[in-house]
């Protein structure tokens, strides 16, 4: 009676995210083959290089409060946090933007790539992406599913119709990059707007005084959680920025198509369970069943992903052949290499709540410590032992592995402590 998917809400709640989530990748899968025969795979690696770049600064800008948006007592407290991200998201920009301004040529020296003025458009793209984490962490908290689902397939349609669009214009070497950033721009315009018709009165009540009560009451989120999700964040990029400077461009655009393509399922389905779980486990504090939940979910999560990837992982490279385009076989390859790599993650993305709701947020630290050395050692090996492309990836997807394993027996062990302790005891 306990199971996690026998629960009628958490059902109903996965289905309404899952379906809006797929939708969005569904739309993505469609325009994918156009995608891969407008753009080579070296259009692929600048793109790669650009979004490590970002991704990774974004991180930094807000502290990583957002994550303490659904943990709020109150809707007026969250609502100060929300202000409280934004702010400091906006501060690190306008810093950002005089660093590229003045060191925009060592910068790009540093990785490689002659990204020229597409520098510049960094600070608009960390803003970006932080309205729309932050508005989708508002969504679980108020459990707002349905809008969370239209803004995905907002954010996809706006992404991926600006990446095909853009290819038609004199900007078309770097179209992936014009249309993933002013996509993602139009998409937190929509969720900001969404924000402030639904929301608005809460808002007003925002305030300084509260803004620093809150900053000082979830600062264990920029202490741990910040340097974890960076760790965290440096780990998947760093092997981009490394690839892209001892192997030739072409294998690392195809090394990103591999990944972009092999992340879908985990975006689709294991980070749906992951947004609703979350909120499921936090309700459920003092009822003594959050590790049954997980060990359910857990067995589940295994088979599904398991039987799905025995299903597909021999047909991968003409299946990229024939969905993308000829030139991007190897990327079918790579992704044969790296599927053991995407069903642990899978699984892992899936099971992870309760280490976050249990806030053990310097456990977590550690975790990303140990996540960055098995994603850059084992490149760092491969290009040192002067390995093919081919056998680093193999030892890459090993040490990823272990250390989901990891992650997923520190998640076990969570579901344990949030059975013993109430919330406020955590």
Not at 239 to 251: A, D, G, I, K
Request: hydrophobic residues 50%.
């Amino acid at each position: 009676m306990f199971s996690l998917f026998k629960t009628q809400s958490f059902a109903r709640d996965v289905s309404i995210l899952a379906s809006g989530t797929a939708f969005a990748q569904v739309i993505s899968f469609l325009l994918y083959p156009i995608i891969g025969r407008l753009y080579t795979p070296g259009d692929m690696a600048t793109f790669a290089v650009f979004t490590s770049l970002f991704t990774v600064c974004q991180v930094l800008s807000t502290g990583k409060y957002e994550t303490s948006i659904f943990l709020a007592k109150s809707d007026k407290d969250a609502a100060n946090i929300v202000a409280l991200v934004l702010f400091l998201c906006v501060s690190f920009c306008l810093i950002i933007s005089m660093a590229i301004t003045l060191f925009a040529d060592e910068i790009n020296n540093l990785l490689n790539v002659n990204l020229g003025y597409l520098l510049l458009l960094v600070p608009l793209s960390i803003i970006s992406l932080t309205a729309f984490d932050t508005y989708n962490e508002w969504c679980i908290r108020k459990k707002y599913f349905s809008k969370l689902s239209i803004n995905k397939i907002s954010n996809s349609v706006l992404v991926n119709g600006g990446k095909v669009g853009f290819a038609y214009t004199p900007f078309c070497s770097y179209g992936l990059v014009w249309g993933d950033v002013l996509g993602r721009f139009g998409s937190a315009l929509i969720c900001a707007l969404r924000m402030w018709i639904t929301d608005r009165e809460v808002f007003r009540a925002v305030n300084v005084i509260e803004v620093k009560k809150q900053a000082k009451e979830f600062d264990r989120f920029p202490k741990y959680q910040m340097p974890s999700q960076f760790l965290n964040t440096l780990g998947a990029s760093v092997p981009v920025l490394l690839l892209n400077s001892f192997y030739n461009n072409t294998e690392v655009g195809q090394f990103s198509m591999a990944l972009a393509i092999l992340s879908v399922p985990i975006g689709v389905i294991g980070r749906s369970i992951r947004d609703v779980s979350r909120k499921k486990i936090k309700d459920s504090i003092g009822n003594n069943n959050i590790h049954y939940l997980f060990v359910s979910l857990l067995k589940k999560s295994i088979v599904v992903s398991v039987i799905v990837a025995l299903a597909v992982v021999y047909f991968l490279p003409p299946l990229f052949s024939f969905v993308l385009g000829s030139q991007w076989e190897q990327s079918g390859v790579f992704a044969q290499i790296m599927t053991p790599m995407f069903v642990a993650s899978f699984v892992s993305t899936c099971v992870e709540s309760p280490i976050l709701v249990a806030m053990k947020l310097k456990v977590a630290f550690i975790w990303q410590v140990l996540f960055s050395l098995c994603n850059i050692i084992p490149i760092v090996v491969g290009i040192l032992c002067n390995f093919s492309i081919n056998l680093t990836l193999a030892v890459y997807s090993a040490s990823r592995v272990f250390c989901f394993m990891v992650l997923i027996s520190i998640s076990n062990h969570c579901s344990k402590i949030l059975d013993r302790a109430g919330f406020d005891n955590l």
